[in-house]
């Protein structure tokens, strides 16, 4: 049987983050008759014909979207592109086995979900390219912890429409399995006590695999290593002391990472 729980998280570290929250915009989409919601940042128009970059960033269980905007803040350093927050809905995880705190599912099928979140995604995805000049070679993904869970689904399940990933103190669910190399940059806790680390390990062994950057990597700054790829799709991990955080750097860490990837 599949398993059907995530990652229970606070995103206590998010709302310390002493940014500044634009107002954005609430969007919605009907998927399967339930309403879903996701705060959406803008750029100014664009000149006729010239694209934009998109990107998905999900918060970890027990979050919504607005603490994500504030932590995140992806919107204060790419204005360029569109960000959106997505919203979760009430979900079971190991520590909230009544599904009483909103998060994502964590693999395709699960239990009783009916693929709400991958269909969540499809609506997204599909709605924005009619509102905004959207780039199809620079669409991106990124989430803390269950929502950095959802985005390895993501890559996954809908591996073809992503440039480039960003993951924090997540893991590659075991039912699913990569396929579509794709340039991944992955921050990691050692003394993660949620997600313990030697799991976010193995999913950063199989992102090398499969992007195809299996040789030495190389120092790109503090905490930091580059591992080239034969792909163009390479894997960069940024693995520091601490725990099960957002850290504070992350937000510039993956932005300056999707500037330079985008689908060839």
């Given at each position: 049987?599949?398993?059907?729980?995530?990652?229970?998280?606070?995103?206590?570290?998010?709302?310390?983050?002493?940014?500044?929250?634009?107002?954005?915009?609430?969007?919605?989409?009907?998927?399967?008759?339930?309403?879903?919601?996701?705060?959406?940042?803008?750029?100014?128009?664009?000149?006729?014909?010239?694209?934009?970059?998109?990107?998905?960033?999900?918060?970890?269980?027990?979050?919504?979207?607005?603490?994500?905007?504030?932590?995140?803040?992806l919107q204060t350093l790419w204005p360029e592109?569109?960000?959106?927050?997505?919203?979760?809905?009430?979900?079971?995880?190991?520590?909230?086995?009544?599904?009483?705190?909103?998060?994502?599912?964590?693999?395709?099928?699960?239990?009783?979900?009916?693929?709400?979140?991958?269909?969540?995604?499809?609506?997204?995805?599909?709605?924005?390219?009619?509102?905004?000049?959207?780039?199809?070679?620079?669409?991106?993904?990124?989430?803390?912890?269950?929502?950095?869970?959802?985005?390895?689904?993501?890559?996954?399940?809908r591996g073809k429409t992503l440039a480039a990933?960003?993951?924090?103190?997540?893991?590659?669910?075991?039912?699913?399995?990569?396929?579509?190399?794709?340039?991944?940059?992955?921050?990691?806790?050692?003394?993660?006590?949620?997600?313990p680390f030697n799991l976010q390990q193995q999913?950063?062994?199989?992102?090398?695999?499969?992007?195809?950057?299996?040789?030495?990597?190389?120092?790109?700054?503090?905490?930091?290593?580059?591992?080239?790829?034969?792909?163009?799709?390479?894997?960069?991990?940024?693995?520091?002391?601490?725990?099960?955080?957002?850290?504070?750097?992350?937000?510039?860490?993956?932005?300056?990472?999707?500037?330079?990837?985008?689908?060839?």
């Amino acid at each position: 049987m599949k398993a059907r729980f995530g990652i229970m998280v606070s995103l206590a570290m998010l709302m310390l983050v002493p940014y500044a929250l634009a107002q954005g915009t609430t969007m919605t989409w009907s998927v399967d008759g339930v309403s879903r919601t996701a705060l959406v940042f803008a750029p100014k128009p664009t000149a006729a014909g010239f694209k934009v970059p998109l990107v998905f960033a999900f918060h970890g269980h027990g979050g919504n979207m607005q603490a994500a905007a504030l932590g995140m803040h992806l919107q204060t350093l790419w204005p360029e592109a569109v960000i959106v927050y997505p919203q979760g809905l009430n979900t079971p995880s190991t520590v909230d086995p009544q599904g009483l705190h909103p998060g994502w599912q964590v693999e395709a099928g699960q239990a009783g979900l009916n693929d709400r979140d991958l269909k969540f995604f499809d609506a997204m995805l599909a709605g924005l390219h009619t509102k905004f000049p959207v780039d199809d070679a620079r669409v991106y993904a990124t989430g803390f912890s269950n929502g950095a869970i959802f985005s390895y689904l993501l890559w996954a399940e809908r591996g073809k429409t992503l440039a480039a990933l960003g993951i924090c103190a997540g893991r590659l669910w075991p039912t699913e399995h990569l396929v579509q190399p794709r340039a991944v940059v992955v921050i990691a806790g050692q003394a993660d006590p949620i997600l313990p680390f030697n799991l976010q390990q193995q999913a950063i062994d199989t992102d090398r695999q499969v992007d195809n950057a299996t040789g030495p990597g190389q120092a790109c700054g503090p905490v930091c290593t580059f591992y080239p790829s034969t792909s163009h799709t390479p894997v960069v991990t940024r693995i520091h002391p601490g725990g099960h955080i957002y850290p504070p750097w992350a937000p510039p860490a993956i932005v300056e990472f999707f500037k330079t990837h985008r689908q060839l």
